[in-house]
């Protein structure tokens, strides 16, 4: 079942802006991840955020997690055209170690 | 070149007709999982694998059988019972040894109804 909801579906914006997606979920959950895809391809980790920690950062990459409000939000700085992609949301909660994933934000950065 | 690949990259399905993705992963991971992707949603879980010879329903199993006969091997079947097969089909691994892990996928199958 579809546990993470990213908020907005979609999001463009010009090319130096930052952009903003936002994720809920419903369950307890032993980490975050959000995961890029390009139109047609795989997708590809960016990053993790565990369930103890509230803030990540990884290059232009900055992930927040607030556990009692079940949400976390992906920013990205200083956007490129080249970010522009499909970015999910996936909630580990499971002892399978299944990702639960949302329906995605689809950023469309303008030069 | 380590990862994953799935083939091949377009599928076509006639009416009644069974058909198998690939997938094979040289990263050594021990699970592995299909997942189908709809225009403009999310990812649906069909099967998983923990480990060989072992595997699990995911949340969307209907129409679909699997194997997982070598490591590095996780095909996907696409029976005559799956109604509505038109979906972007993707392959993922994991090494399924510690806490947090993260999937590595494949560049997906476009399979298709003619």
């Known amino acids: 079942s579809q546990q993470g909801e990213e908020d907005p579906q979609a999001l463009s914006i010009q090319e130096g802006e930052n952009a903003t997606m936002n994720c809920s979920y419903k369950?307890?959950?032993?980490?975050l991840q959000w995961y890029r895809q390009n139109s047609g391809r795989g997708l590809v980790h960016l990053i993790l955020?565990?369930?103890?920690?509230r803030e990540k950062h990884s290059g232009r990459l900055r992930v927040t997690l607030d556990t009692s409000k079940k949400s976390s939000s992906l920013l990205i700085t200083a956007s490129r055209a080249a970010d522009t992609a499909s970015y999910f949301c996936?909630?580990?909660?499971?002892?399978?170690?299944?990702?639960?994933f949302g329906s995605g934000t689809q950023l469309t950065v303008l030069p | 070149d380590g990862g994953i690949t799935q083939s091949p990259k377009y599928l076509f399905r006639k009416e009644g007709q069974n058909v198998t993705l690939s997938c094979e992963q040289n990263?050594?991971?021990?699970?592995m999982y299909w997942y189908r992707q709809d225009p403009g949603q999310g990812l649906r879980l069909i099967y998983y694998s923990q480990i060989v010879n072992d595997f699990q329903k995911g949340d969307i199993a209907e129409g679909y059988s699997v194997s997982r006969e070598k490591k590095e091997s996780f095909p996907l079947t696409v029976t005559s019972a799956q109604k509505n097969p038109t979906a972007f089909y993707l392959c993922?691994?994991?090494?399924?040894?510690?806490?947090?892990?993260?999937?590595?996928f494949g560049s997906g199958t476009q399979l298709s109804v003619l």
């Open positions: 996936a909630t580990d909660a499971g002892s399978a170690r299944q990702l639960t």
């Open positions: 955020i565990r369930s103890n920690e």
């Open positions: 369950t307890s959950i032993n980490n």
């Open positions: 993922a691994s994991t090494s399924n040894r510690g806490r947090d892990e993260k999937l590595f």
């Open positions: 990263l050594n991971h021990d699970a």
